[in-house]
């Protein structure tokens, strides 16, 4: 088999725009990965073999034509099952949805096919891309390829534990309240949730997204290495006009200074050792690159952040999303609405006029806190990734679960862009765990961000490709 499937995103395109090796290449290699590695995880759940190697024969012919093809040239990569691709499924995981079947291609599909990817496969989330744990009574359950007794993570658990398994080499994910930043994590890779308004989407086959879904859901890379997600970033940012909260923001900003601040314990979150550890180590690492970081007991309100996100993405069409759980009949789903029922289900519209009045102020506050230190070092979550399905293990575990990820929940109520950076692996009750931090920034400051992320993982060796045992 073609080793071509181990290269980073960067590599690959440009081997292939140097015509090295044809997109028809990479997508045979890609294609034989996928095929030798994913019954033992089932991360790629439709994929449709003729339709990669007619796309990248698209990509090989504008190239003999002397054309440009794009950033991305014939390099395979990934899409979630909860954006629609022409010709497929926009399932989000549930058996309701299996039969809409997308006529175009959502913002996302049509700026990475414009960029030069090809479409290797969709990967699975849970049903309706509600839990950091990824399995469906539609698709089956996603293994961790590092660890299968871990969570691969969700929603975007599919995208994290293909590109971590060497199934493309750039993954899209989907982040709401955590859902690209925790797979990430739970998968030992990177990824990236770019501010709101950076990344145009929008599925013409599903119904329009309530306010809180709109203000707060975006769609962003995972990949082995920064400069990938670099290159994923600036694919996916460009411009499509079916999108209203799109903004013409420029990928990089004015220069800042090198500072950053560290907290370890945001809110007062009980983060475990071995987080701590590789917290301290990224902040090492930032130091002995020149900058200077600042360790801080307290930053603006993240657990507040956290409740009113909560409040926001789940009670705006609560009752109606309760029903479709049950008629779906997914046991996740169900108890990750019913643990937030007393949150989401009292509201009225004087409470979400609140929240949305409240998310100014502290949107406010975090944009003051960045003008002072550009760049701030955080948990991805409070633990090592849980084991798998933990949540379904009682009300405590659930509890545990949610408590846990707050520093993920928080962070899109103000339409910041986060960043999970891989730092190798630690111990866990579960076995070798992967570890990592998270990286914010101000809005649309993804590239300081990136360029945090570039100094903490040149200072490591490079993630590397997991190879998966079946179990």
């Known amino acids: 088999m073609s080793d071509l499937w181990r290269l980073s995103a960067v590599e690959l395109a440009v081997r292939i725009?140097?015509?090295?090796?044809?997109?028809?290449?990479?997508?045979?290699?890609?294609?034989?990965?996928?095929?030798?590695?994913?019954?033992?995880?089932?991360?790629?759940?439709?994929?449709?073999?003729?339709?990669?190697?007619?796309?990248?024969?698209?990509?090989?012919?504008?190239?003999?034509?002397?054309?440009?093809?794009?950033?991305?040239?014939?390099?395979?990569?990934?899409?979630?099952?909860?954006?629609?691709?022409?010709?497929?499924?926009?399932?989000?995981?549930?058996?309701?949805?299996?039969?809409?079947?997308?006529?175009?291609?959502?913002?996302?599909?049509?700026?990475?096919?414009?960029?030069?990817?090809?479409?290797?496969?969709?990967?699975?989330?849970?049903?309706?891309?509600?839990?950091?744990?990824?399995g469906n009574s539609l698709h089956g359950n996603t293994l961790n390829p590092r660890n299968p007794a871990l969570t691969?993570?969700?929603?975007?658990?599919?995208?994290?534990?293909?590109?971590?398994?060497?199934?493309?080499?750039?993954?899209?994910?989907?982040?709401?309240?955590?859902?690209?930043?925790?797979?990430?994590?739970?998968?030992?890779?990177?990824?990236?949730?770019p501010s709101l308004g950076r990344v145009a989407a929008y599925n013409a086959a599903l119904p329009e997204r309530s306010i809180g879904g709109q203000l707060t859901a975006v769609s962003g890379p995972l990949g082995r290495s920064i400069a990938d997600l670099r290159v994923g970033l600036a694919a996916l940012a460009a411009r499509d006009a079916r999108d209203p909260w799109w903004v013409p923001a420029p990928l990089v900003g004015a220069e800042a200074p090198r500072r950053a601040a560290l907290c370890l314990n945001p809110d007062g979150m009980d983060t475990e050792p071995a987080v701590v550890k590789a917290l301290q180590e990224a902040a090492r690492r930032l130091s002995d690159a020149g900058w200077t970081v600042d360790t801080l007991d307290a930053v603006p309100p993240m657990q507040e952040a956290a409740d009113l996100q909560i409040r926001m993405w789940l009670a705006d069409g609560y009752e109606a999303l309760v029903a479709a759980a049950e008629k779906e009949g997914d046991r996740g789903a169900l108890v990750a609405l019913a643990g937030q029922r007393d949150n989401a289900a009292s509201i009225d519209l004087a409470s979400f006029s609140a929240t949305l009045t409240r998310r100014a102020t502290l949107t406010r506050q975090w944009e003051l806190f960045f003008a002072e230190y550009p760049v701030l070092l955080l948990p991805v979550s409070a633990e090592l990734p849980f084991p798998d399905n933990l949540d379904l293990q009682g009300d405590a575990a659930y509890a545990r679960v949610w408590r846990a990820q707050m520093t993920q929940i928080g962070v899109p109520f103000m339409g910041l862009p986060g960043l999970s950076v891989s730092m190798g692996s630690a111990m866990s009750s579960a076995g070798p765990s992967p570890v990592g931090v998270q990286v914010l920034a101000g809005r649309y400051r993804e590239d300081l961000c990136l360029t945090v992320g570039e100094i903490i993982e040149a200072a490591a060796d490079p993630v590397g490709v997991a190879e998966p045992v079946a179990r």
């Open 152 to 193: 691969p993570g969700g929603s975007s658990g599919g995208a994290a534990a293909a590109v971590a398994a060497g199934i493309g080499h750039l993954a899209h994910g989907t982040d709401i309240a955590g859902s690209i930043r925790y797979p990430a994590y739970a998968c030992g890779v990177h990824g990236l949730r």
């Open 17 to 134: 725009r140097k015509r090295e090796v044809s997109a028809r290449e990479a997508a045979q290699s890609a294609l034989q990965r996928l095929d030798a590695v994913n019954p033992a995880i089932n991360a790629v759940v439709d994929h449709d073999p003729e339709e990669v190697l007619a796309q990248a024969a698209e990509v090989d012919a504008m190239l003999a034509r002397g054309e440009d093809a794009g950033p991305l040239a014939g390099v395979p990569v990934t899409v979630k099952v909860n954006v629609d691709q022409a010709g497929h499924a926009t399932t989000n995981g549930v058996r309701l949805q299996k039969d809409v079947i997308a006529a175009q291609n959502s913002p996302v599909v049509d700026n990475l096919r414009r960029a030069g990817a090809v479409i290797l496969g969709r990967t699975n989330t849970p049903a309706f891309s509600l839990r950091w744990f990824t």
